[in-house]
C-alpha cells in the first residue's frame, strides 16, 4: 500500500480546494433549503417594510419566484399548465438551484480568487480586479435586457399566432422555467463580448486593428451565433441577441482604444 505524505505540496493543494468546495456546497444547500421550506413577506413597522421569513413549503420562496416570474413574462391570455403531477415540483427545486448558485456566486468568486490568489502575480491581480465590475455589470444588463425586453415581447409575438386563430394557449411550467432561465444565461453571457474583445487584444492573441478590420465577417458570424444559441426556432429571438450583441461589438471596439491610449501614455 503507497502512503502519500500529506506534507507533498500537491497534496496540501488538493486538501485546500477540498475544503474550499466544501464550504461552496454547504452554502448552496442551505440558500437552496431556504428555498424550497421558506416563504419571504413584507410587513410594514413605523413606516419602513421588512421581509420576514416564515415556514412554508407549499408558498415557499422558489415558489413566489415562479408566481412572478409569471406574472411578469407570460401574455395576458396564456396559462402556466402541468401535465404530469411531478412538474411544478420540479421546476420549484430547479428554480431553488438556481437561487443557491446565483446567491453563491460571491462565495465562489471569493474562494476561486482565495485559491488562485498564490499564484498571481500583481500585474494579474490588477487585471482581475479590473475586469470583475465590468463583468458582473454586463452580466447584470444582459440579464435585465432579456428579462424585461426579449423574454417578454417574444412570448407575446408568438403567441399572438394562436390567438389569431383562436387557439387555446398553454406553456407547460418546467419548460417555460427551462427556458427563462436559459434565455437570462444567454444574454448574460453574450453581454460578454467587449470583455472577451478586450481580453483577447490584451493577451495579444490578436491586434487591436482586428476587430475593425473584419467587422463585415464578425456581423455574420453573430448572426449565425444568434440562430445557433437561441432556444426557440421563430428567428425573433435572435435579432434580440444580434442587435445588442452589433452595439457592444462597437462598444468593445471603443473600450480597447480608450485601453491602449491610456496603457501608452502610462
Keep these: 500500500m503507497i502512503k502519500i505524505s500529506e ?11 477540498r475544503i474550499r468546495v466544501t464550504r461552496i456546497c454547504i452554502i ?7 428555498c424550497m421550506t421558506l416563504g419571504v413577506t413584507v410587513v410594514k413597522f413605523d413606516g419602513y417594510g421588512l421581509f420576514i421569513l416564515y415556514p412554508d413549503t407549499f408558498n415557499s420562496l422558489s415558489n413566489q419566484v415562479i408566481s412572478q416570474l409569471k406574472n411578469d413574462l407570460l ?3 396564456v396559462s402556466l399548465i402541468q401535465t404530469t403531477p411531478g412538474q411544478a415540483f420540479t421546476a420549484q427545486v430547479y428554480v431553488a438551484i438556481i437561487i443557491g ?14 485559491f488562485l490568489n498564490p499564484a498571481l502575480h500583481y500585474s494579474e491581480k490588477k487585471i482581475i480586479k479590473r475586469i470583475v465590475v465590468p463583468i458582473i455589470s454586463l452580466f447584470v444588463m444582459g440579464c435585465l435586457f432579456s428579462y424585461y425586453v426579449a423574454i417578454p415581447y417574444t412570448l ?8 389569431a386563430i383562436s387557439v387555446l394557449t398553454f406553456f407547460e411550467i418546467t419548460p417555460f422555467i ?6 437570462l444565461l444567454i444574454f448574460g453571457f453574450a453581454f460578454q463580448l467587449p470583455v472577451a474583445m478586450w481580453a483577447l ?11 475593425k478590420d473584419n467587422l463585415r465577417y464578425v456581423v455574420i458570424f453573430l448572426v449565425i451565433l444568434g440562430a445557433i444559441i437561441t432556444p426557440d426556432g421563430s428567428g425573433i429571438t ?7 450583441l452589433m452595439l457592444l461589438y462597437v462598444i468593445g471596439i471603443i473600450a480597447i482604444q480608450i485601453d491602449l491610449r491610456i496603457t501608452k501614455y502610462n
Design 201 to 211: 487584444t490584451k493577451t495579444r492573441i490578436v491586434n487591436s486593428n482586428f476587430w
Design 7 to 17: 506534507d507533498k505540496p500537491f497534496v496540501k493543494l488538493l486538501n485546500e480546494l
Design 28 to 34: 448552496m444547500i442551505i440558500l437552496v433549503s431556504v
Design 178 to 183: 427551462f427556458f427563462v432561465v436559459n434565455m
Design 156 to 163: 407575446d409575438f408568438l403567441y399572438q399566432y394562436g390567438q
Design 238 to 244: 435572435m435579432w434580440f441577441v444580434v442587435g445588442p
Design 75 to 77: 401574455p395576458d391570455n
Design 101 to 114: 448558485i446565483v446567491g453563491s456566486l460571491p462565495v465562489i468568486v471569493g474562494e476561486l480568487f482565495a
